[in-house]
């Protein structure tokens, strides 16, 4: 079978624990399949949430798989594969702690999302991430998003937003603390299927659209 164009690529990614990086991979994953994308979403967290939250559900979209430690040198083959099965966006999931060879996801990511609370102590554990990310080169494919925000309006969030404004581009918008998340997880759903009318769901969807386009066209194969 002919090799269709190489799935577009996301991963969820900071070395910080709690962070929201399973909520959003889960939720993004969701959206970004209901918007028409053959998705597949890869648990690369020894930890296994995202597969539990897999586990979960029934419908066959978006796929989802486990990519354990010792696979992760093997995800250049494995996007091919999925470009002959016709799947248009990988979705990784990555562990909060230091796992060798996470470095080897990202470095295959046409996007890597970092999300941070808008907190001092979560700006300054994802400095390393950002820092590390940078020095490779990844500068221009990396974005960060605010998640587990106050109400709004927060100036907690405007503050935090501007101070990580310097350091990389900001994704849109910035997600609020919303009981939608948690329960949508819980019961292996994405926040637009669980509570498709409800604000969280509407931040979903909006920062899906911003991921898209600045992730830009599928590339040809
Ligand atoms: N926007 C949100 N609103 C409400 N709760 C949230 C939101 N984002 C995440 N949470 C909650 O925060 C906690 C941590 O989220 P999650 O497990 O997705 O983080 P993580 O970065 O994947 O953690 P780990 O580093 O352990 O893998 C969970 O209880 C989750 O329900
Ligand atoms: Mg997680």
């Not at 060879?101 to 979560?122: E, K, N, T």
């Not at 404004?165 to 759903?189: F, T, Y």
Request: aromatic content about 4%.
């Amino acid at each position: 079978m002919d090799a269709g164009p190489r799935p577009r690529v996301i991963a969820v990614a900071v070395q910080k624990g709690g962070t929201g990086k399973t909520t959003l991979a889960a939720s993004l994953a969701v959206a970004a399949a209901q918007a028409g994308e053959r998705v597949t979403v890869f648990d690369a967290d020894p930890q296994g949430s995202l597969s539990a939250w897999a586990g979960l559900r029934t419908g066959p979209e978006p796929m989802t798989d486990r990519l354990r430690p010792w696979e992760f040198a093997q995800f250049a083959p494995l996007l091919d594969q999925l470009a002959e099965q016709g799947r248009t966006l990988a979705v990784v999931d990555t562990p909060g702690a230091s796992i060798g060879g996470v470095a080897a996801l990202l470095r295959l990511s046409d996007l890597v999302l970092v999300p941070i609370r808008p907190s001092r102590l979560d700006l300054m554990a994802a400095l390393p991430t950002i820092e590390v990310l940078a020095g490779q080169g990844m500068g221009d494919r990396l974005a960060l998003v605010l998640n587990q925000c106050p109400p709004a309006p927060s100036p907690r969030t405007t503050l935090y937003a501007a101070q990580l404004a310097g350091l990389g581009v900001m994704a849109e918008p910035a997600i609020l603390q919303r009981v939608d998340h948690q329960d949508a997880i819980a019961l292996g759903r994405g926040v637009t299927e669980h509570a498709p009318h409800g604000f969280a769901a509407a931040e979903v969807r909006a920062l899906w659209a911003w991921i898209d386009r600045r992730l830009g066209p599928q590339p040809r194969p």
